[in-house]
């Protein structure tokens, strides 16, 4: 692998897998979820605090073990082979889900803005959509160094689509308060259960940062490039989160917030006047390709990672004249693709999807216990130690256990998600018992 990626850029990729459509729906289903605007910034900035802490131990973690998809690797070495399997098989297949309805949703913003008066609006979108992710497979295909550049400009054009929503505070005049009549003070046990409601949004907005280490191999000097992007990079995800969230509240009111539509047309309203819905449109269509071209960056690489562990067939790990993992790349773009025709039923799988994301982030974080005893060699080498251990990753691992339980005791508004995703989980460990069960664990 050529070590082509510096700090600058492993962070932008960082800030990318974060940053993508949740912070300007989610908060939404946060004020709706929670009975005071305390308890919601108590939502935020726990998921923050739970985001640094996962951070600092996937820092760790990938300074331990540098390796290009190394997401899978740490489920490899540190669990049976099984786990790793179906595991990196769910969440692959859930990224894919995710890119092509993050495409969708971009396609809603632009679609207007260029056919305005189409009789057949909806066929346009899903066009357009499928033609986003053609374009940023094109620009993977060409190597890491071209669509890392591109990543660089479309992130930051992306983080100044969120600044540009925290200008609002010095633009607009604060929304008034209003108090909800006849709400009866909620008890420890309800505030508890709207904290956890809420807190699974939250998760949604600050996951993702966790793929950063699927690079390791091609980055230049990971072991110090690694665990500094990922901290620069919640660095600046945390507080653009907290900024816009007050930004929120400040200019539309915590009240009026649960039933708004459209928050960040409302927030640039304050700022650009007329002329905000096409200038929003444009910017968000463009923080949309930041996380296709994201996407399409990092999970090719877990593809190629479990193709080298002979747990999915040899060409995934087949690359082009550009060092491009082709083979991986093109059957995760075919998969997003598909999913857009279907995206419609997407948003009935989201608690799904986040329940999965609940197993797969406690059980990656959790293999730092292993790779610190196994690793012990590598101290005072120039890697990364996270202080405070092992209080970090337990806090993350059981912030992740919280979420989890909130939505598995929630199984009637998440139409049993919980008990749908074991299933799935259930149903590819005995496909990896019928295809692979004589594949050996790892061993460092």
């Not at 100044?160 to 008034?176: E, H, K, M, N, R």
């Not at 087949?318 to 075919?334: E, P, Q, W």
Request: aromatic share 14%; charged share 15%.
């Amino acid at each position: 692998m050529k070590k082509q990626l510096g700090l600058f850029d492993l962070t932008m990729i960082s800030v990318s897998f974060v940053i993508g459509m949740g912070i300007f729906r989610a908060p939404i289903n946060v004020a709706r979820a929670t009975p005071d605007v305390i308890t919601y910034f108590l939502c935020w900035l726990a998921g923050g605090l739970v985001a640094f802490c996962g951070a600092l131990t996937y820092a760790e973690i990938g300074s331990r073990t540098p390796a290009t998809g190394g997401y899978y690797k740490v489920f490899s070495y540190a669990y049976h082979p099984s786990i790793a399997f179906a595991i990196n098989c769910i969440i692959l297949v859930s990224n894919a889900a995710s890119l092509g309805m993050v495409a969708l949703v971009g396609a809603e913003y632009i679609a207007g803005i260029l056919f305005p008066s189409a009789p057949n609006i909806k066929t346009i979108e899903i066009i357009t959509a499928i033609v986003a992710i053609i374009i940023f497979y094109g620009v993977n295909m060409l190597g890491l160094r071209m669509s890392s550049r591109t990543q660089n400009v479309l992130m930051l054009i992306k983080i100044g689509l969120v600044a540009l929503l925290v200008l609002s505070i010095f633009f607009a005049d604060p929304a008034p308060r209003i108090q909800p009549e006849g709400v009866i003070s909620p008890t420890m046990k309800e505030y508890i259960k709207a904290f956890g409601i809420g807190l699974v949004a939250v998760s949604f907005t600050y996951g993702g940062y966790q793929q950063t280490i699927n690079f390791g191999e091609e980055i230049k000097n990971p072991s110090k490039t690694v665990p500094r992007s990922i901290f620069w990079g919640m660095l600046i995800i945390v507080s653009l989160y907290l900024l816009v969230n007050y930004a929120y509240v400040y200019v539309i009111g915590f009240e009026q917030l649960k039933e708004s539509k459209n928050i960040a047309a409302i927030m640039a309203s304050k700022v650009l006047g007329s002329k905000a819905e096409t200038v929003l449109s444009v910017l968000l269509f463009l923080g949309v390709l930041a996380y296709i071209n994201g996407s399409l960056l990092s999970n090719p690489r877990v593809m190629y990672a479990m193709s080298q562990d002979k747990v999915l067939p040899s060409f995934f790990s087949s690359t082009n004249k550009n060092g491009v993992f082709s083979t991986s790349l093109t059957v995760f773009s075919l998969i997003a693709v598909l999913v857009v025709f279907w995206a419609e039923e997407f948003d009935k799988i989201l608690s799904f999807s986040i329940f999965l994301d609940c197993f797969g982030m406690a059980l990656s974080a959790g293999s730092i216990f292993y790779f610190r005893r196994k690793t012990k060699h590598l101290d005072g080498t120039g890697i990364y130690k996270m202080k405070l251990y092992p209080l970090i990753p337990i806090i993350f691992i059981a912030a992740y256990a919280f979420v989890g339980t909130s939505i598995a005791l929630d199984y009637k508004k998440n139409d049993h998600a919980a008990l749908i995703g074991l299933s799935v989980l259930a149903l590819f460990m005995l496909l990896y018992f019928i295809f692979y069960k004589n594949t050996k664990k790892k061993v460092l």
